[in-house]
């Protein structure tokens, strides 16, 4: 899950008090030169025109939201006429600066619908709400009083042995009967934990054994589900999500112990290698490339197993988006195939909803019209797979040619790339034009063209690269 950077707000904050005194400020300033244009006398003497131009009022966006000075008054001229013209030119900045902060407000109440959007998904909103409505309540005995956000996580995880209880909704009942009727239900016993492989916002991934075999078991925080009203409800979907795949190119459900809080357990084939893994090398994402580039024709072709796992589940009845589509969701299996994983973002969309709302998934790998928390659909997941395809093409990191590569701080780079791509200003470096991949590049360009009408479906993405795959290896 996206982390909130609590500096993007308190950034904005001088910005939105001094707004309204600026525009009335500069508007006299501007108003007053005018008049004195007009009532001033012909000048006697020509004076050479030597004022430079004011610098630009802001060159990045750090400035523009940190920095908000009045603008200083226009150069003067003995020339009437220049005297105007200088005039004209510091209106029409200020028009374009009263545009970039309306742009700026605009992109700040779209994160605050985010942040809320956060908060009831992690169950702090309902706690936030609680509070507001009975300040009265007493705070003497913590039995009795609301406790705030932060004093029921310390709660939650220092008094384990008195859980709060999390009811089974008829949807995780139906889950379970359905798990057991077809041979998925596991038993917290039957697995024996090993080492931590992973950890994400809401699980750890361990490495384990079930009756002999090597699995991944994603288990979900205990705290996910007491904090959380609709945790259940998210646990379950990923799993039914996961139960309902059947396709080679989409990671296979073992089974599952749903038994929340302390037992949601997912558990999927074992998997020790992910896309990004075999692509750049382990580790964290850098600009020097440690491993040797793999071979062209097999970076196409898992391309095209990407695409086909994609097709299969945006085909699905009812359709699958997945939302957080990237090479750290991709895994590759023994004989190197890809396996489409991490369904914690999916949803269903059936044929009567047009599309989400709500900003989900990776900034890097994320659509614009899901940036700007406007409504999408699966064409989210075709934005994701361009800007994959580009990386597999490149074999460099989305955006690393830009000023907010690797070697600065992630939060930053990916409000940064967010900024500029919800705006429609930035893509990744394309591949060096060369006739192999002319089409590959057209293809990438339109899987992420900023119209999602524009972008092919998945199943026309999978008849281009079978074409251009086939056309490569037969005539290299």
């Avoid at 603008?71 to 029409?92: D, F, G, I, T």
């Avoid at 079978?466 to 490569?472: C, F, G, P, T, V």
């Amino acid at each position: 899950m996206l982390m909130i950077a609590p500096g993007f707000i308190t950034s904005s904050a001088p910005l939105l008090l001094s707004r309204s005194s600026f525009d009335h400020k500069n508007h006299q300033l501007i108003l007053s030169g005018i008049i004195q244009v007009i009532m001033s006398p012909p000048p006697n003497t020509r004076q050479e025109n030597t004022t430079k131009s004011r610098k630009r009022f802001c060159s990045v966006f750090g400035d523009c939201m940190t920095k908000p000075t009045i603008a200083a008054s226009p150069p003067r001229h003995s020339n009437p006429r220049l005297q105007v013209e200088e005039l004209q030119k510091e209106v029409k900045k200020e028009r374009e600066l009263k545009s970039v902060y309306k742009m700026r407000l605009e992109r700040t109440q779209d994160y605050l619908k985010y942040c809320l959007q956060v908060a009831q998904d992690n169950g702090f909103l309902n706690h936030i709400l609680n509070k507001k409505d009975n300040p009265q309540q007493s705070s003497s005995s913590s039995s009795s009083s609301s406790p705030s956000p932060s004093s029921v996580i310390i709660q939650a995880s220092t008094n384990p042995q008195t859980p709060l209880v999390v009811e089974q909704n008829v949807d995780l009942s139906a889950l379970i009967q359905q798990a057991k009727s077809n041979g998925w239900y596991i038993h917290p016993h039957e697995i024996e934990l090993h080492k931590k492989i992973g950890q994400g916002s809401t699980a750890d991934i361990y490495q384990a054994t079930w009756r002999g075999l090597d699995v991944a078991v994603k288990c979900i925080f205990p705290d996910f589900f007491r904090l959380n009203d609709c945790g259940v409800n998210f646990f379950a979907q990923e799993v039914e999500t996961l139960s309902r795949q059947r396709h080679r190119y989409v990671l296979q459900l073992i089974g599952a112990c749903l038994d929340p809080p302390n037992h949601g357990w997912v558990v999927t084939e074992f998997l020790n290698m992910t896309l990004k893994d075999w692509l750049h090398g382990p580790g964290k994402r850098r600009k020097e490339r440690l491993t040797a580039l793999p071979p062209f024709e097999e970076r196409l072709a898992k391309a095209l197993e990407i695409a086909q796992g994609m097709q299969y589940l945006h085909e699905h009845k009812p359709m699958i988006i997945h939302r957080d589509l990237k090479p750290s969701n991709i895994f590759l299996d023994d004989a190197f195939h890809v396996r489409v994983a991490d369904f914690g973002h999916a949803r269903f969309l059936t044929d009567e909803e047009k599309a989400f709302t709500g900003e989900t998934g990776t900034y890097v790998y994320m659509a614009p019209e899901v940036i700007r928390s406007e409504p999408y659909d699966e064409k989210c997941d075709v934005y994701s797979f361009g800007v994959i395809l580009n990386e597999l093409l490149t074999g460099e990191y989305p955006y690393i040619e830009t000023g907010y590569g690797p070697s600065k701080c992630a939060c930053f780079d990916d409000d940064q790339i967010a900024l500029e791509v919800g705006e429609g200003k930035i893509r990744p470096a394309l591949a060096k034009h060369e006739d192999k991949v002319e089409d590959l590049i057209e293809l990438v360009q339109l899987s992420w063209d900023e119209d999602p009408e524009y972008r092919p479906s998945f199943a026309t993405i999978t008849r281009a690269l079978k074409l251009i795959y086939n056309r490569l290896i037969n005539f290299p």
